[in-house]
């Protein structure tokens, strides 16, 4: 069975930074080292985007525009864990946050940008940030 579960969410002051996690679970991964996995963020008014993304093959990253620099997306194969490490929030930041993965993906490839190239959501992990 594949499982996605993120943890990490809360609430936070501007300014301030937060780490979420998400751990991969499943004999997939564990057949495959060519793995896409991507944080999405959802709100009622944009509804759910890419935040970031990274290849487990060889760690190449994508962030989308607005959280540049300030958000870092990692990943730890021997433990099956991807974090996004969020600096400097912003109320602007609050969402939902999931956790998503495709597997196999392709090796050398860029990690995927969008939704519906994923296979496997976490339940989700909500982050409030207050101003």
């Known amino acids: 069975e594949v499982r996605l579960v993120e943890s990490g969410g809360g609430l936070v002051q501007a300014g301030e930074s937060r780490r979420l996690s998400c751990e991969l679970s499943g004999s997939v991964f564990e057949k495959h080292d060519d793995v896409s996995v991507a944080w999405f963020r959802q709100t009622p008014e944009k509804g759910r985007v890419l935040v970031a993304c990274i290849t487990t093959d060889d760690g190449r990253t994508h962030y989308e525009e607005s959280i540049k620099g300030r958000f870092t997306v990692s990943s730890n194969n021997a433990t099956r864990m991807v974090y996004l490490q969020m600096n400097n929030l912003g109320p602007e930041d609050t969402a939902y946050y999931y956790c998503?993965?495709?597997?196999?993906w392709g090796f050398g490839q860029e990690c995927g940008h969008f939704r519906f190239e994923y296979d496997y959501w976490g339940q989700g992990t909500q982050v409030t940030v207050s101003s």
């Open positions: 998503a993965a495709v597997v196999p």
